[in-house]
Antibody, heavy 119, light 110 residues
C-alpha cells in the first residue's frame, strides 16, 4: 500500500523558514517523480514543485521560484520542501504527491501538513 | 498558464446522474492523449485520483464514475450518485507546465 506521510508544518512568522518532509513507503520511491501541491484555506489546489527521480531536475511554479527548494533523499525514501522568506500567502495545507511518470497526474497523496504564516 | 473553468456547485438527488464539466482555455490534448485528470476531495481529507487521461478509471474507483472529453471540454459523470460521493471535484491538466487545477465543483444534495 502506498503511503505518504508529511511532517514539519506549524505556525511560523513572516520572513522565517520551514522545511517540510514526506516519508514514502509501499512503492519503489526512487523510480517516481514526486511533487508538492498546496491548498490555501477554503481554496483550490495549486501545484508548487516537482522533482525528477534522481533529484537532478526540479520544477517550480513562478510564484515560489527562489524561495522554495524541493529535494529528495532516495536512500531514506523522503521528499523535502524548504520554504524560505515565508509570506502570509504561503499559508496552506501542503500535500506530498506521487506523480505519474508519463502523464504528470498525481496518483497518490499524503494527508497534508498545515503551514500558517502569521506574526 | 492553462486556465480550467468549473462550475462552483452542482445540486443532485441521490440515485440520479451528476455531470461535472471542465473547460480549458486551450487544448490539453496531444494526438490521442487527453491530458485531463479528475480528483475527489472530501472535507478534511486529501484529494483522491478518480480518472486519468480523461476517461481511465483509477485503481479502486467504482464504475459509477466515468470521464469523457477531448480538446478543451471534459466531463466527469457520476451515475448513480451515492451519499458517499458528496465532495468537491477538481480537474487538472498536464498538457503544459505549470500543471493547473480547476477551482473545483462542490457536489451537493438537492
Amino acid at each position: 500500500e502506498v503511503q505518504l506521510v508529511e511532517s514539519g508544518g506549524g505556525l511560523v512568522q513572516p520572513g522565517r523558514s520551514l522545511k517540510l518532509s514526506c516519508a514514502a513507503s509501499g512503492f519503489t520511491y526512487s523510480n517516481y517523480v514526486m511533487a508538492w501541491v498546496r491548498q490555501a484555506p477554503t481554496k483550490g489546489l495549486e501545484w508548487v514543485a516537482s522533482i525528477s527521480t534522481g533529484g537532478g531536475n526540479t520544477y517550480y511554479r513562478d510564484s515560489v521560484k527562489g524561495r522554495f527548494t524541493i529535494s529528495r533523499d532516495n536512500a531514506k525514501n523522503t521528499l523535502y520542501l524548504q520554504i524560505d522568506s515565508l509570506r502570509s500567502e504561503d499559508t496552506a495545507t501542503y500535500y506530498c504527491a506521487k506523480q505519474d511518470l508519463y502523464d504528470y497526474y498525481f496518483d497518490y497523496w499524503g494527508q497534508g501538513v498545515m503551514v500558517t504564516v502569521s506574526s | 498558464d492553462i486556465v480550467l473553468t468549473q462550475s462552483p456547485a452542482l445540486a443532485v438527488s441521490l440515485g440520479q446522474r451528476a455531470t461535472i464539466s471542465c473547460r480549458a482555455s486551450q487544448s490539453v490534448s496531444i494526438s490521442r492523449y487527453n491530458l485531463m485528470h479528475w480528483y475527489q476531495q472530501k472535507p478534511g481529507q486529501q484529494p483522491k485520483l478518480l480518472i486519468y487521461r480523461a476517461s481511465n478509471l483509477a485503481s479502486g474507483i467504482p464504475a459509477r464514475f466515468s470521464g469523457s472529453g477531448s480538446g478543451t471540454d471534459f466531463t466527469l459523470t457520476i451515475n448513480p450518485v451515492q451519499a458517499d460521493d458528496i465532495a468537491t471535484y477538481y480537474c487538472q491538466q498536464s498538457r503544459e507546465s505549470p500543471r493547473t487545477f480547476g477551482a473545483g465543483t462542490k457536489l451537493e444534495l438537492k
